[in-house]
Protein backbone atom coordinates (compact mmCIF):
# COMPACT_ATOMS: atom_id res chain seq x y z
CA UNK A 1 0.00 0.00 0.00
CA UNK A 2 1.39 3.82 -0.74
CA UNK A 3 1.38 6.52 2.01
CA UNK A 4 0.44 8.77 -1.04
CA UNK A 5 -3.07 10.85 -0.03
CA UNK A 6 -6.10 9.38 -2.03
CA UNK A 7 -6.62 10.38 -5.60
CA UNK A 8 -9.56 12.02 -6.75
CA UNK A 9 -10.93 13.05 -10.26
CA UNK A 10 -13.02 15.48 -11.17
CA UNK A 11 -16.18 13.52 -11.00
CA UNK A 12 -18.60 14.64 -14.09
CA UNK A 13 -21.58 13.78 -12.23
CA UNK A 14 -20.53 15.08 -8.85
CA UNK A 15 -22.84 14.49 -5.52
CA UNK A 16 -25.43 16.89 -5.49
CA UNK A 17 -29.01 16.01 -4.53
CA UNK A 18 -30.68 15.03 -7.60
CA UNK A 19 -27.43 13.27 -9.10
CA UNK A 20 -27.31 11.53 -5.78
CA UNK A 21 -31.38 10.49 -5.65
CA UNK A 22 -31.29 9.51 -9.30
CA UNK A 23 -28.17 6.96 -8.77
CA UNK A 24 -29.94 5.64 -5.77
CA UNK A 25 -32.40 4.34 -7.88
CA UNK A 26 -30.64 1.65 -9.26
CA UNK A 27 -30.94 -1.65 -8.42
CA UNK A 28 -28.64 -4.73 -8.36
CA UNK A 29 -31.72 -7.01 -10.68
CA UNK A 30 -30.34 -4.04 -13.35
CA UNK A 31 -27.66 -2.90 -13.31
CA UNK A 32 -25.57 -6.53 -12.27
CA UNK A 33 -27.97 -8.63 -13.94
CA UNK A 34 -25.00 -9.97 -16.09
CA UNK A 35 -23.23 -10.90 -12.63
CA UNK A 36 -25.88 -12.40 -10.36
CA UNK A 37 -25.87 -15.80 -12.31
CA UNK A 38 -22.22 -16.01 -11.04
CA UNK A 39 -22.71 -15.03 -7.30
CA UNK A 40 -22.91 -17.79 -4.17
CA UNK A 41 -23.83 -17.27 -0.46
CA UNK A 42 -20.74 -16.98 1.31
CA UNK A 43 -18.66 -14.81 -1.24
CA UNK A 44 -16.85 -12.02 -0.38
CA UNK A 45 -17.57 -9.01 -2.77
CA UNK A 46 -16.53 -5.67 -3.55
CA UNK A 47 -18.57 -2.33 -4.88
CA UNK A 48 -16.26 -0.34 -6.07
CA UNK A 49 -17.63 3.04 -6.54
CA UNK A 50 -20.72 1.89 -4.61
CA UNK A 51 -22.18 5.58 -4.47
CA UNK A 52 -25.66 5.30 -2.29
CA UNK A 53 -25.27 1.94 -2.19
CA UNK A 54 -28.77 1.04 -3.87
CA UNK A 55 -26.78 -1.91 -5.98
CA UNK A 56 -24.29 -2.58 -3.10
CA UNK A 57 -26.84 -3.97 -0.87
CA UNK A 58 -28.65 -6.10 -3.66
CA UNK A 59 -25.44 -7.54 -4.32
CA UNK A 60 -25.01 -8.56 -0.39
CA UNK A 61 -27.82 -10.02 -0.03
CA UNK A 62 -27.11 -12.41 -2.83
CA UNK A 63 -23.71 -13.30 -1.08
CA UNK A 64 -25.13 -13.06 2.37
CA UNK A 65 -23.94 -14.63 4.70
CA UNK A 66 -20.56 -13.69 2.84
CA UNK A 67 -19.43 -10.78 3.67
CA UNK A 68 -20.26 -7.39 0.96
CA UNK A 69 -18.12 -4.56 0.96
CA UNK A 70 -18.87 -0.67 -0.73
CA UNK A 71 -16.29 1.40 -1.23
CA UNK A 72 -16.49 5.47 -2.40
CA UNK A 73 -14.81 8.86 -1.80
CA UNK A 74 -18.03 10.79 -1.01
CA UNK A 75 -18.07 10.84 2.61
CA UNK A 76 -21.86 12.30 2.65
CA UNK A 77 -22.99 9.82 -0.10
CA UNK A 78 -20.90 6.83 1.96
CA UNK A 79 -23.28 8.51 5.15
CA UNK A 80 -26.83 7.92 3.04
CA UNK A 81 -25.34 4.08 1.91
CA UNK A 82 -24.55 3.34 5.76
CA UNK A 83 -28.04 4.47 7.44
CA UNK A 84 -30.33 2.23 4.42
CA UNK A 85 -27.93 -0.07 5.31
CA UNK A 86 -28.81 -0.45 8.78
CA UNK A 87 -32.63 0.60 8.06
CA UNK A 88 -32.60 -2.88 6.61
CA UNK A 89 -31.07 -5.04 8.82
CA UNK A 90 -27.97 -6.00 6.16
CA UNK A 91 -25.48 -7.42 8.81
CA UNK A 92 -22.78 -8.50 6.00
CA UNK A 93 -22.44 -5.44 4.52
CA UNK A 94 -20.57 -2.38 5.24
CA UNK A 95 -19.12 0.83 3.38
CA UNK A 96 -15.61 1.96 3.38
CA UNK A 97 -14.11 5.66 2.07
CA UNK A 98 -11.24 4.70 -0.61
CA UNK A 99 -10.10 5.36 -3.89
CA UNK A 100 -9.83 2.74 -6.81
CA UNK A 101 -6.21 3.43 -7.47
CA UNK A 102 -5.57 2.60 -3.80
CA UNK A 103 -8.04 0.33 -2.58
CA UNK A 104 -7.66 -0.41 1.16
CA UNK A 105 -7.60 -4.07 1.18
CA UNK A 106 -4.88 -6.95 1.05
CA UNK A 107 -3.98 -8.93 -2.10
CA UNK A 108 -6.60 -12.01 -3.37
CA UNK A 109 -8.91 -11.33 -0.37
CA UNK A 110 -11.96 -11.35 -2.73
CA UNK A 111 -13.95 -13.72 -4.68
CA UNK A 112 -15.55 -11.07 -6.70
CA UNK A 113 -15.13 -6.96 -7.61
CA UNK A 114 -18.02 -5.16 -9.29
CA UNK A 115 -17.89 -1.75 -10.79
CA UNK A 116 -20.98 0.47 -12.19
CA UNK A 117 -20.27 3.57 -14.15
CA UNK A 118 -16.73 4.37 -12.17
CA UNK A 119 -14.02 3.92 -15.39
CA UNK A 120 -15.50 6.50 -17.43
CA UNK A 121 -14.67 9.02 -14.65
CA UNK A 122 -10.74 8.41 -14.31
CA UNK A 123 -7.70 9.45 -16.12
CA UNK A 124 -5.86 6.21 -15.77
CA UNK A 125 -8.54 3.39 -16.11
CA UNK A 126 -5.96 0.42 -16.86
CA UNK A 127 -4.47 1.57 -13.81
CA UNK A 128 -7.66 1.69 -11.76
CA UNK A 129 -8.14 -1.79 -13.18
CA UNK A 130 -5.40 -3.61 -12.34
CA UNK A 131 -5.81 -2.37 -8.33
CA UNK A 132 -9.06 -4.27 -8.69
CA UNK A 133 -7.53 -7.41 -10.23
CA UNK A 134 -5.00 -7.08 -7.48
CA UNK A 135 -7.34 -7.37 -4.43
CA UNK A 136 -8.77 -10.24 -6.34
CA UNK A 137 -8.17 -14.03 -5.88
CA UNK A 138 -6.79 -15.81 -8.73
CA UNK A 139 -9.90 -17.11 -10.83
CA UNK A 140 -12.28 -14.85 -9.13
CA UNK A 141 -14.57 -12.69 -10.96
CA UNK A 142 -14.33 -9.18 -11.81
CA UNK A 143 -17.48 -7.08 -13.34
CA UNK A 144 -17.74 -3.55 -14.99
CA UNK A 145 -20.50 -1.74 -16.68
CA UNK A 146 -20.09 1.17 -18.38
CA UNK A 147 -21.99 3.52 -20.89
CA UNK A 148 -20.98 4.82 -24.28
CA UNK A 149 -22.91 8.33 -24.33
CA UNK A 150 -21.89 8.06 -28.60
CA UNK A 151 -24.36 5.77 -28.70
CA UNK A 152 -27.43 8.12 -27.12
CA UNK A 153 -30.57 8.76 -29.45
CA UNK A 154 -33.67 10.73 -28.57
CA UNK A 155 -36.77 12.40 -30.03
CA UNK A 156 -38.03 15.00 -30.39
CA UNK A 157 -34.89 16.73 -31.68
CA UNK A 158 -34.21 19.93 -29.54
CA UNK A 159 -31.09 22.57 -30.47
CA UNK A 160 -30.68 23.19 -26.49
CA UNK A 161 -30.20 19.32 -25.95
CA UNK A 162 -27.96 18.75 -28.69
CA UNK A 163 -26.01 21.86 -26.84
CA UNK A 164 -25.95 19.73 -24.04
CA UNK A 165 -24.65 16.74 -24.78
CA UNK A 166 -21.79 18.90 -27.05
CA UNK A 167 -20.94 20.55 -23.41
CA UNK A 168 -21.46 17.49 -21.48
CA UNK A 169 -18.51 15.59 -24.01
CA UNK A 170 -15.91 18.83 -23.89
CA UNK A 171 -16.45 19.17 -20.26
CA UNK A 172 -16.40 15.54 -19.69
CA UNK A 173 -13.04 15.10 -21.38
CA UNK A 174 -11.74 18.20 -19.89
CA UNK A 175 -12.39 16.35 -16.53
CA UNK A 176 -10.39 13.62 -17.96
CA UNK A 177 -12.88 10.65 -18.32
CA UNK A 178 -13.57 8.90 -21.41
CA UNK A 179 -18.13 9.29 -22.07
CA UNK A 180 -17.42 6.76 -24.81
CA UNK A 181 -16.08 4.35 -22.21
CA UNK A 182 -18.77 1.09 -23.09
CA UNK A 183 -16.84 0.55 -26.80
CA UNK A 184 -13.38 0.45 -24.96
CA UNK A 185 -14.17 -2.38 -22.33
CA UNK A 186 -13.23 -5.40 -24.04
CA UNK A 187 -9.63 -3.46 -24.69
CA UNK A 188 -9.61 -2.74 -21.66
CA UNK A 189 -9.66 -5.55 -20.13
CA UNK A 190 -7.50 -7.58 -22.91
CA UNK A 191 -4.73 -5.16 -21.94
CA UNK A 192 -5.09 -6.43 -18.17
CA UNK A 193 -4.52 -10.14 -19.40
CA UNK A 194 -7.94 -11.28 -18.00
CA UNK A 195 -9.14 -14.74 -18.65
CA UNK A 196 -12.62 -15.71 -19.56
CA UNK A 197 -13.60 -12.62 -21.35
CA UNK A 198 -17.46 -11.61 -22.10
CA UNK A 199 -18.74 -8.76 -22.81
CA UNK A 200 -22.73 -8.35 -22.67
CA UNK A 201 -24.74 -5.40 -24.23
CA UNK A 202 -27.50 -3.80 -22.18
CA UNK A 203 -29.95 -0.55 -23.02
CA UNK A 204 -31.47 1.81 -21.10
CA UNK A 205 -34.51 2.96 -22.32
CA UNK A 206 -36.74 6.37 -21.30
CA UNK A 207 -39.95 5.56 -23.20
CA UNK A 208 -43.06 5.69 -20.79
CA UNK A 209 -44.21 9.50 -19.46
CA UNK A 210 -42.89 8.32 -15.53
CA UNK A 211 -39.76 7.85 -17.23
CA UNK A 212 -39.38 10.85 -19.19
CA UNK A 213 -40.39 13.14 -16.51
CA UNK A 214 -37.59 11.33 -14.41
CA UNK A 215 -34.84 11.58 -16.75
CA UNK A 216 -35.85 14.74 -18.01
CA UNK A 217 -36.17 16.57 -14.43
CA UNK A 218 -33.12 15.40 -13.20
CA UNK A 219 -30.81 16.46 -16.03
CA UNK A 220 -32.63 19.97 -15.79
CA UNK A 221 -31.74 19.74 -11.86
CA UNK A 222 -28.30 18.33 -12.50
CA UNK A 223 -27.30 21.19 -14.69
CA UNK A 224 -28.36 23.33 -12.32
CA UNK A 225 -27.09 22.39 -9.09
CA UNK A 226 -24.30 20.10 -9.76
CA UNK A 227 -20.40 20.04 -11.16
CA UNK A 228 -22.63 19.23 -14.39
CA UNK A 229 -23.09 22.67 -15.11
CA UNK A 230 -20.85 24.21 -12.66
CA UNK A 231 -17.43 22.82 -14.44
CA UNK A 232 -19.08 23.82 -17.76
CA UNK A 233 -19.09 27.04 -17.07
CA UNK A 234 -15.95 27.71 -15.29
CA UNK A 235 -14.31 25.60 -18.48
CA UNK A 236 -16.25 28.57 -20.55
CA UNK A 237 -17.96 25.93 -22.69
CA UNK A 238 -21.51 27.28 -21.79
CA UNK A 239 -22.85 30.50 -19.84
CA UNK A 240 -25.47 30.36 -16.96
CA UNK A 241 -27.58 31.06 -19.57
CA UNK A 242 -27.13 28.56 -21.98
CA UNK A 243 -27.22 26.09 -18.41
CA UNK A 244 -30.74 27.63 -17.62
CA UNK A 245 -31.89 27.12 -21.66
CA UNK A 246 -30.77 23.30 -21.36
CA UNK A 247 -32.49 22.99 -18.54
CA UNK A 248 -35.80 24.20 -19.61
CA UNK A 249 -35.24 22.32 -22.88
CA UNK A 250 -35.22 18.82 -20.68
CA UNK A 251 -38.28 20.03 -19.14
CA UNK A 252 -40.28 20.58 -22.25
CA UNK A 253 -38.79 17.22 -23.86
CA UNK A 254 -39.87 15.12 -20.51
CA UNK A 255 -43.47 15.92 -20.95
CA UNK A 256 -43.64 16.02 -25.07
CA UNK A 257 -46.38 12.93 -25.78
CA UNK A 258 -43.16 11.51 -28.31
CA UNK A 259 -40.62 11.82 -25.94
CA UNK A 260 -37.91 9.06 -26.36
CA UNK A 261 -34.03 8.71 -24.74
CA UNK A 262 -31.84 5.32 -24.98
CA UNK A 263 -27.91 4.23 -24.89
CA UNK A 264 -26.03 1.76 -24.82
CA UNK A 265 -24.32 -0.13 -22.03
CA UNK A 266 -21.42 -2.39 -21.91
CA UNK A 267 -20.68 -4.76 -19.39
CA UNK A 268 -17.29 -7.34 -19.36
CA UNK A 269 -17.17 -9.80 -17.08
CA UNK A 270 -13.97 -11.95 -16.34
CA UNK A 271 -12.21 -14.10 -14.27
CA UNK A 272 -8.82 -13.28 -12.88
CA UNK A 273 -5.81 -15.13 -14.66
CA UNK A 274 -4.26 -17.82 -12.12
Known amino acids: MTSEPLRHEKYTHGHAAATVRQHAQRTADEAAAFL ?22 GLAERVAPGQAIGLDLSRETLATARADAAARGLDNLRYQEGSV ?8 SFDVVYAHQVVQHLR ?50 RNGG ?17 SDLRITPAVWCYATPAETVEWGESYAQRLLTSPMGERAVEYGYASR ?16 PDAFWSFLHVEALAR ?3
Open 241 to 256: SDLEAMAAAFRAWAVH
Open 36 to 57: LPELRPGMRLLDVGCGPGSITR
Open 101 to 108: YELPFAEA
Open 178 to 194: EPRMGRRLRALFNAAGV
Open 272 to 274: KAA
Open 124 to 173: EPGTALCEMLRVLRPDGLIAVREVDWGTMTYWPLDPWIDRFVEVHFKTWY
